[in-house]
């Protein structure tokens, strides 16, 4: 199908269409349109982000309902309130010529009396998020035992999310012989079990392949030391001066933290997470449209409703847990025709990552070096130059040009450029003149040793692993237990891997050049009332069954067990004088005698020691040349 036209649409849907600049329909609408327009029937259809989705399945249940009844005819499921707002206000837009339509959002955050007000009005199509809706079905708030038609949109994140008790629950509530469209950029198992257990032979259509990236999206990774990931992402928005771009953190913490890090260091950014409240959330995505905001930190759930066009650059701070969330991010871009870059940072322990990624999106990563200080000064320079060049005059300027002619009449031309451009470049020529290199020596064995997601078995030559003596009977899992090593012992999160979490202890690994760090905290460290011991574990290639049955009767766990006769106590191997005869120690004691060793040895990781800490930190860097750090003017254009 070329045209809309051919589709089949009635003429209120066409004429809005004209309206919205709509020219052709996208892949998935050619193939989704025709079939739920003729076809009383399942679907399953599976499309990048970005595609078009929304419209696939709008237009047909804006044609096929009646406008003319009061009675709720549609339900669309979707993950997020951001995303069940953009579709609704879609819909909208859609039917902006169907006379009568009422297309009703509910969503946690906004009240829930106001919007079972708008449903009783006479709601044809309801947009919701699994919560809200679930909450508003138990009190008979809502009624949705005739529609006809039910929409589970980002079907794989509702999943992951853990909404599947809850649809199953919305669900029940609606007839058995309504049709049911799914639609999902990606296809994991548990998608195919909802198609299983929720529809009847349903028709699949597959634009693309299966959880593949479109093509209009370019992958490109860069590899660094863990400390150094805050300073990476500042030198690649300088290098791309007109950045416009959605960060991913995994975290909400993580995703506050670095946006605020940005914004103190004069960078035009904002976060988006799950904790800001629905008015903070509407004014950062206003803000983001509206170009206001440069860099937009978000967590993966948050950014769902995310429909901006021309997004030119998604970076992923750090990797998501499931690799198909990849799929999720990278769709973000490389919107509406347009081109879009991906770019990852990742530490060495996730080299290994972007192996299993590319075989998901079938694509290849290119590796890429970050960008030296003098590369980013000329990016700078010439980017203010060609704004100049392309700026229109003011003629209004024209009444003050005598008075800056007498003041410039003994500079010449080449004089008067200099003096002009010395006032953006020096800024940044002072920031990075002394700037060090922040690209990580790469091997061949980065590649080759596997893809387990950084929760590996085994050490590298440039990796310690640990002994701890806590595990699941402790309540820890991996994600856990990484969390308590990253918050006690102030490291990032990606400064911990390969976290192996046993029954009663576990392993994970550091880089070498912490090991001392690590070891002196956890002298006589306590934890709710016990101690936590931290050990080198010695043996590095065992596998997870014969580590488990080897290892529970060889190592202390809290109070006793077996040692090796070798072993030393703690107190004789680091300090003879740090634990008390009664093996008794607290934090104080601790840090004044082996827990000096973080900041003498620069393992602190505070807000004020992380900034003076890195050779590429504003504040180090200046600090010789006597200039402030240069400031990012925040753009409103």
Not at 33 to 60: C, M, N, R, S, W
Not at 340 to 349: D, E, F, Q, R
Not at 431 to 460: C, I, M, T, V
Not at 486 to 500: C, S
Request: proline share 2%; hydrophobic share 30%; charged share 30%.
């Amino acid at each position: 199908m070329s045209t809309f036209q051919e589709l089949g649409l009635n003429e209120d849907l066409l004429h809005a269409i004209t309206d919205l600049g709509f020219e052709k329909p996208s892949d998935v609408q050619a193939k989704a349109i025709p079939i739920l327009l003729d076809e009383d029937t399942d679907l399953v259809a599976l499309a990048q982000t970005g595609t078009g989705k929304t419209a696939a399945f709008g237009f047909p249940m804006l044609h096929k309902i009646d406008v003319n009844s009061r009675t709720t005819q549609g339900l669309i499921l979707s993950p997020t309130r951001e995303l069940c707002l953009q579709i609704a206000n879609e819909l909208k837009l859609y039917g902006k010529y169907c006379k009568g339509l009422n297309v009703t959002a509910i969503y946690g955050g906004a009240s829930i009396h106001d919007q079972a007000r708008s449903v009783k009005r006479g709601a044809q199509i309801i947009v919701a998020t699994p919560g809200r809706m679930k909450d508003m079905i138990s009190r008979n708030m809502v009624d949705i035992s005739k529609i006809e038609y039910s929409v589970l949109d980002e079907a794989d994140e509702m999943l992951n999310m853990g909404f599947y008790e809850d649809i199953t629950d919305i669900l029940s509530h609606t007839p058995e012989d309504k049709n049911t469209w799914l639609f999902s950029a990606t296809m994991p198992k548990e998608v195919s079990r909802i198609a299983k257990d929720f529809m009847h032979d349903p028709i699949e259509i597959t634009v693309g392949n299966k959880n593949e990236s479109t093509s209009q999206v370019s992958h490109e990774y860069y590899l660094v030391n863990a400390r150094d990931r805050y300073q990476a992402l500042k030198r690649l928005c300088d290098a791309n001066p007109d950045i416009f771009s959605v960060v991913f953190c995994r975290t909400k913490r993580d995703t506050q933290k670095v946006a605020e890090n940005l914004i103190e260091d004069g960078y035009s950014a904002g976060a988006l997470h799950g904790d800001l409240s629905q008015n903070q959330r509407d004014l950062v995505m206003k803000s983001f449209r509206n170009k206001q905001i440069q860099m937009l930190v978000a967590t993966d759930v948050a950014a769902r409703g995310i429909d901006v066009d021309d997004i030119t650059h998604v970076i992923n701070y750090q990797l998501p847990d499931e690799a198909e969330t990849y799929t999720h991010r990278s769709g973000r871009t490389g919107r509406a025709g347009k081109t879009g870059i991906s770019m990852v940072i990742v530490s060495k322990s996730e080299v290994r990552k972007i192996k299993s990624i590319e075989r998901i999106i079938k694509k290849e990563f290119e590796k890429k070096e970050i960008p030296d200080g003098m590369e980013i000064c000329e990016v700078q320079l010439m980017s203010l130059a060609n704004k100049i060049h392309n700026t229109e005059v003011n003629d209004e300027i024209d009444k003050y040009l005598t008075s800056i002619n007498e003041l410039f009449v003994d500079t010449d031309k080449d004089e008067l450029i200099k003096k002009f451009f010395s006032v953006e470049f020096t800024r940044f020529y002072n920031y990075y003149q002394k700037s060090k290199n922040l690209n990580a020596p790469s091997s061949s064995r980065d590649s080759e040793r596997g893809d387990s997601g950084g929760r590996g078995y085994g050490s590298s030559a440039n990796e310690t692993r640990y002994f701890i003596n806590v595990g699941r009977k402790d309540g820890y899992d991996w994600m856990k237990l990484k969390d308590f090593l990253k918050e006690v012992l102030e490291l990032g999160r990606d400064d911990v891997f390969k976290v192996d979490v046993k029954e009663s202890f576990s392993f994970f690994n550091t880089e070498k050049d912490i090991q001392e760090k690590v070891l002196a905290f956890f002298t006589d460290f306590k934890h709710d009332g016990r101690f936590v011991n931290v050990e080198v574990s010695e043996d590095k290639g065992r596998s997870r069954g014969g580590r488990s049955g080897g290892r529970s009767g060889g190592r202390r766990d809290g109070g006793g067990g077996r040692r090796r006769r070798d072993d030393k106590p703690r107190g004789d191997r680091r300090s003879s004088g740090r634990r008390s005869d009664s093996g008794s120690g607290n934090r104080s004691d601790r840090r004044s005698s082996g827990g000096d060793r973080r900041s003498s040895e620069g393992g602190s990781r505070n807000r004020s020691d992380r900034r003076s800490s890195g050779g590429d930190s504003r504040r180090s860097e200046n600090s010789s040349s006597g200039f402030d750090r240069p400031r990012r003017s925040r753009r409103r254009d």
